[in-house]
T-cell receptor, first 113, second 113 residues
């Protein structure tokens, strides 16, 4: 069973516009959420995270929103840039999970000039 | 900068061969992980280790084993490679005090014929 789901396999956005990537989870024990970005031929790199005690975390152009009641998080990129084109994975962990991350299936973002 | 290196970027093996994938990190991290990435399935945890000579099964350990004889090195072993083990293999590490943020290597793309 997929505990972390990214239902959109791909997203296309124009440069300068907002990109919104969504992620849903089913395990109510998850208390920490992360987004990773992956370019082709490279490993994923950490982008931004949020603890379950918060509902928003912002880092420059990137903001992650967490809606615990809906078990939903989203990543907003504003403004989007062509260099943001990559695959984005959301991931979740639980205190009891000993640092194990459960990853979603990924969303490929394409930002066109 | 944290550096996680993997011994091969591309590997072609035959069914039944024993395969070794090596991972080395240079930041003295306690935790190390092996994932495989497949289209539509995201990253799935195979094994992880939180100390030398310690190992824990992840979500899909069948057909794999691991070895951690030194802190900086974590090896993934396919005892008898099969075609369904054709995949991208990613190694990651994380420090004890920043547990959820994992640093990934560039990956090894393994093709089993």
């Amino acid at each position: 069973d997929q505990q972390v789901k990214q239902n959109s396999p791909s997203l296309s956005v124009q440069e300068g516009r907002i990109s919104i990537l969504n992620c849903d989870y089913t395990n109510s024990m998850f208390d920490y959420f992360l987004w990773y970005k992956k370019y082709p031929a490279e490993g994923p790199t950490f982008l931004i995270s949020i603890s379950s005690i918060k509902d928003k975390n912002e880092d420059g152009r990137f903001t992650v929103f967490l809606n615990k009641s809906a078990k939903h998080l989203s990543l907003h990129i504003v403004p989007s840039q062509p260099g943001d084109s990559a695959v984005y994975f959301c991931a979740a962990s639980a205190i009891s999970g000993f640092q194990k991350l459960v990853f979603g299936t990924g969303t490929r973002l394409l930002v066109s000039p | 900068d944290v550096k996680v290196t993997q011994s091969s970027r591309y590997l072609v093996k035959r069914t039944g061969e024993k395969v070794f994938l090596e991972c080395v990190q240079d930041m003295d991290h306690e935790n190390m992980f092996w994932y495989r990435q497949d289209p539509g399935l995201g990253l799935r945890l195979i094994y992880f280790s939180y100390d030398v000579k310690m190992k824990e099964k992840g979500d899909i350990p069948e057909g794999y084993s691991v070895s951690r004889e030194k802190k900086e090195r974590f090896s993934l072993i396919l005892e008898s490679a099969s075609t369904n083990q054709t995949s991208m293999y990613l190694c990651a590490s994380s420090p004890l005090d920043q547990q959820e943020t994992q640093y990934f290597g560039p990956g090894t793309r393994l093709l089993v014929l």
